[in-house]
């Protein structure tokens, strides 16, 4: 990174920032931070490596604009290097002009396209509960051959459903090489606002269920 400057995480993920299990699991409540800790991971790594196509990922295409693409532009724009990226907003693609890596972000309802990417080296999956297990499965699979970095999955969700795959497939299963697991909420995230976390801790008597599924 050509810019020197000090870079803010939220301390729950500070363990994330260097782990390497093949999936990562950030998941909890809303306002936890975890999705703009995600992108944070992904631009560090695209600044400090070499050999990267970075593949995100959602279930729609259309929700990648103002969702994971808005989000890597902002970090970009935290850590100032804004200069260093070819940013196409069309193709929802990102280029690092000093090391050649790439972000790409995708909908699974074009998955033609996504065969079609060759060389990716680590996936986001960005609101995972849409994915359903076969997609997952599928993403699990896009990537194959020894690589020159560290081989990372990072899956990022609000669980809703005690019944839903992600806790009986992921969570709970011990099928995988390597698992870790970071379960955040509003509590974590240092940088909101008083008012947010007033309008979040409100949920608490106005709508108890809503404060369950997004707070706890």
Partial sequence: MTASKDIEVNPIYHPAITNQ??????????????????????????LT??????????KVGNTLKDSVFQLLKN????????SEFEINKT???FL??????EIICKGL????????????????MEEATELTFDDFTQLLLRIRGEKTNYVQHIVCFNPISENHWLKSKLVDSDGYASKTLIHSTY??????????????????STNPLYYQIYCE
Avoid: M
């Fill in 187 to 204: 509590k974590h995230n240092q940088f909101l606002s008083a008012q947010d976390i007033i309008t979040l801790e409100n949920l608490k």
């Fill in 49 to 58: 490596e070499t050999g990267h196509r970075f593949l995100i990922v959602r």
């Fill in 109 to 124: 309802d074009e998955p033609e396209k996504i065969k079609s990417i060759q060389g990716i080296t680590s996936i986001w």
């Fill in 75 to 82: 970090v970009i724009s935290e850590f100032d290097v804004y």
């Fill in 21 to 46: 299990s093949q999936i990562l699991i950030l998941y909890g409540g809303a306002a936890s931070g975890k999705s703009y800790f995600a992108a944070q991971k992904i631009i560090l790594r695209c």
């Fill in 91 to 93: 193709e929802k693609t």
């Fill in 96 to 101: 690092h002009l000093p090391t050649g890596n």
